[in-house]
């Protein structure tokens, strides 16, 4: 992929499934982000202690699950008996924590695209990035749009690399640290994907330049995605399914 080459992914990404209208990154997020038009989502991957890709962001259970502890410390057996969707209301309450697998299947199956931020419990980044790598490669081999991996964390992206070099990438950064660019063309990404208010003229400029495609997170407000838009930026993660039509 490359400025040259169309773009194969849709504007509108929606954050963990459905933003915060259902439990994040479950999914009945997914189906609740799906009824709103929206075709791509974002979520978040890490490894259970069996080696098993699931969705979770936090490293810890306690926020989004009736878990305690580190999630990356139980097998995907232990976690899948959680309840991920009473903390958010009781329309969800016995909402489990999904796989990798079944989400990829969800999405393949209804003709979506997914943005596959790779989260790495602590000390397990380059594992996590292959091992997310390679079942991506290996769901999505027959299918015509692969999914975009990201990851803040530099290992992560080095081992989804090594794994399934095919398959895009792009640098997630918060911050512009020194020689962010460099580092994505290093890497070999397609994307860089910014806290969205670092895009401006220059950085936009500096990307494209770069031959990278723009993305921002999370991006909840009118005023911001117009600012997005005019600056030529090819995606804009949100939360606000409900605010935001894809369709615009």
Known sequence: MSLTTPWPYPRWIAHRGAGKLAPENTLAAFRHGASFGYTMFECDVKLSADGVPFLLHDASLQRTSNGRGIAGELSYGELAQLDAGSWHSRTFAGEGIPSFENVARYCLHNG????????????TERATGEIVAAYAAHLWASASVPPLLTSFKIEALEGAAAAAPHLPRGLLADTLFRGWLDKAVQLGCVAVVLNHALWDTETVAKAQ???LRTLSYTVNDDWAAQRLIELGTDGIITDRVDLFSPAS
């Open 112 to 123: 979506f695209f997914l943005n596959i931020e790779i989260k790495p419990t602590p000390d």
């Open 209 to 211: 330049a770069a031959g």
